[in-house]
DNA sequence: CATATGTAGATTTTT
DNA sequence: TCTACATATG
C-alpha cells in the first residue's frame, strides 16, 4: 500500500540514487562523492525497505558515529514515522555492545562488562609493563596500545601475534621484543577485570559469532537486511563481522555498503580500502549492483573541480567523475599570514567581512583544522570580534577527571571486578590508602588469582589504612546491594554521597574546585534524566534503564554527542577536519595549510601517509557549499618553540585559475587590514555584546567566570590599580604592568587563589577590565 | 602518606 | 605550552 509520502520520497531523487534506493535485494555497492545524497539514499533506502514489509528490527544498520546514525534515524522516521525507532541503527561499537551484553555468557564475559577507555587501556598497559620490570621508556604504553589495537583490528589474537615473525620483527626493531607478552597479558587482565576496549567490542564479537553457529545463526536470521555507511572507514575486523552476518550458504545477501575511497581518511585506525576492493570480489558472484553517485549538490563548481584536481595527485582510485551544475561561484581565497596570530587575526577579520557581504550567518561558517591544538587562536579572535563560536572536539564531558572519579565508584557497583575503576576510586577522595598499600593488594591479588577487590578485604594492613578500607568496601557494597532495587540515579546520588567525593568538591572552594563541583553535579542531573527521560534508548527490548546500561551508553559517547544545549545559536564552528566529515557549510575555512601540519609530519615519509593526508584535505575543502579559504603561516609557536614552515604541497595542487587573484594585493593591504580590525576590535568591546555559546567547558578547565557574561578588554585598558577579570583565575587587581610596548606583563593580585598573585602576559591573556 | 616543587618529555586524527 | 612523573619535604 503506497502512502502518498511513499511516492514522493522516491521522486525527489536522481537515477541513480533511486536505482541506489529501490535495489534492496542481493548485494549492492554505492560510490558516493562528497555531496551526493549519499545520506539521502541510506536513509531513503531503509524507508524503502521497511515500507516493502521488513520489520523495522530486522534493519542493521552501521555508522561510524552517533550523530550519523541519529541523523539517519530522524530521517527515516519523517518517512516511516515512529516505527523507525526500531530500526538497529547506530554505530558498530554501540550495536555490537549490546549484543555483546545479551550474549556475555557465551564468551564468559559478565552482562555488566565495562567498556574501557583509552585511558583505562593506557593505563592497564602502563600497569603489566611495571609488573614486568621494563624501562617505560622503552616500552611506551601508548605505542603498546597502538599496536594492540591494531593488531586486534587485522584479527590477530595473542597467540597469532605470538607466531607472527614480522610483528615480531617490529618489535625487536623497535627494541620492544615483549610486546606479545604485554598484549597477552593484557588481554587477559581484561577478561579478568570483565572489561572490553573499544576494539574487544568489535573482536570479542567477531569471535562469538566465529565459534558459536547458535548464535551467529541466530542474528543472520534476525537482520534481513545489513547496511554500512562509510564503508571507505571500516578495517578488516570490521568487514569480517559483516562478512559473518550476510555470507553463508544460502544467504539473500541483502547487504549495502556505501563509501567514497576518496575519503578515506582513518587508515592510522586500520581503515583500510581495500575492503571496498574487496567487497566487490567477495560478492561479485551474486549479482552485485555497483551504483555511483557522482552529482554533487553541494558545492559550486570551482570547489568541485578544485577537490578533483587535488585528488587527482593520489594514485589508485576508484574511477569517477564529481560534477556539479551549481554554477562556477567565487574563487578559492588564500591567506599568507607570517605568523599564526595574524593567520587567526585575518581569518576573524574575513569572517566578519564574509558575513556583512553576503549576509551569512555565523552557522554558515566552519574553521576546519589539522589538530585541535589549533583551535586556541581563532578562539581568541573571533572572542575578540564578538563573534560566537563553538569548538568541538577535544576532550568530552565524561572524560574529565571529576567525572570519571564519580564514574569509577559507579563502575565499581556494576562490576567489582574493573581494575582501573578500582585504582581510580581506592583514594579518591584520598583516604590514606597509597602507593604502597595498593602494591601489597595488587601482589595479593596476582599471587591468589583473585580481584583487586577481593585482595582488598583480605589483604593485611596497618589499623589505620585497613579502617579506611572498609569504609571504601562499606560505601560499594552496600550500593550493590541496593543495585537491584534502585534506579540509576538513586545509586549513583548514594555512592556520590557515601563515598565522599561531593564533600570533597564541596569543600573545594577554589575557582577550579566549584567548576569540577559544578561537573559532578551535571553528571547527576545526567543520570537523573536518564532515568525520568522517555527518550528511549533504540532497542526491540524494554528500556534498559540500569546503571550498567548507563555506563555502556555514556562510554561510546564523544565531544560531538554530549546533550547539552546542542548546536542551539548561531555560532562558528571549530573543529578539526576529521570531525567536519559529512558536513556542509556555506562558507569553510581551512587553516594552517602548511608543511609538517598539513600534511601532517607524522605522516611525511610515506607515500600512503600523504596519500591520506591529501584525502584528508580532499574531505576539507569538499565541506563548503560556496566559499572556500585557505590560509596559512610562515612561522608559528608549536610547544612554547617558534618554528617556520613551508606552505603545504597541497596549496600547489590547487588549480590557479580557481584561487582569487588578490593574493599579491593582499600583502600591501596588511597595514590596512591591521587598522581595520584593531578599530573592530575596539568597537566590539565597547558595544559590550557579550560573546555567547561559547562552551565553557572545551578549553579552559572549570572557569571561575561565567563565559557567557565575559567580555574580554583590549591590552591597552589594562593598567596597574584596575580591577579585572580572569576566565580561569576569577577577580582580581592590578599591581603593575611591566615589559616592552608589544609584550606587557601585568602582575594581578587573585584574592581567591591560594596563590593570588599571578603575572601574566597581556598579549595572550583574556582580561576584563570591571572599572 | 600527602603535598610541593622541579624537570623532562611529548605533542595527529577518534570509536 | 602543558602534562606527567620524580623527588624532597612535611
Redesign the pocket.
Known sequence: MPDPQTSSYLDSLNDVQRQAVTTIDGPVLVVAGPGSGKTRVLTYRIAHIIEQGTAPWEVLALT???KAAREMKERIETVVGKRASYIWAG????LFARILRVEAQHIGYPTNFTIY??DDTKSLI?SIIREFHLD??VY???AIKNRISSAKSSLITPKLYEKNEELLAQDKMANMPLVYKIYAAYVARCKQAGAMD??DLLFRLYELLQNHPEVVAKYREKFKHVLVDEFQDTNTLQYAIIKRLVQYPNSPRNICVVGDDAQS??A??GATIQNILDFENDFGQHNIRVFKLEQNYRSTENIVNTANAVISYNKRQIQKKIWSDKGTGDKINIIKAVDDNEEGRRVADTILEQKNRYHLQNSDIAILY????QSRIFEEYLRRFNIAYRVY??Q?FYQRKEVKDLIAYLRMVVNPNDEEAFRRSI?HP?????????SKVTDLARQQNITLFEALKHVALPNR?RHAADGYIHTIEQAQAKADTANAYELADAIAKGSGLTDMLRNDKSIEGMGRLENHEALLDGIKSFVEEDTLIDTDTLPDKSLATYLQNIA?L???DSNEENQTGDVVTL?????AKGLEYKSVYVVGLEEKLFP?W??MDSME?LD?ERR?FYVAITRAEFYLTLSYANTR?????MVMNEPSRFLSEVPADAIENTSSNRRSADHEYDEVSRQREQRASVTGVAPRNRRGTARF?APKVDPATFQPSPAEEVQTGRNVLHLKFGEGKVIDVDGGADNRIATIHFSEL??PEKRI?LKFAKLQVLD
Open positions: 561510524f558515529t552517533n554505530t558498530f561499537h554501540s577507555d583509552t602502563g617505560k621508556q611506551q604504553a601508548n573499544f576494539d581518511i582513518y592510522f585506525r589539522r589538530t585541535n591544538s572536539g577535544g568530552s583514594n584520598k583516604r590514606g590508602i597509597g602507593g604502597t598499600s595498593v589504612t561510546l564523544t565531544d560531538f573543529m578539526s577536519v576529521h570531525a601532517s607524522m605522516s601517509g591520506e584528508l609557536y608549536r610547544y612554547g618553540k578547565a591560594p596563590q602576559m
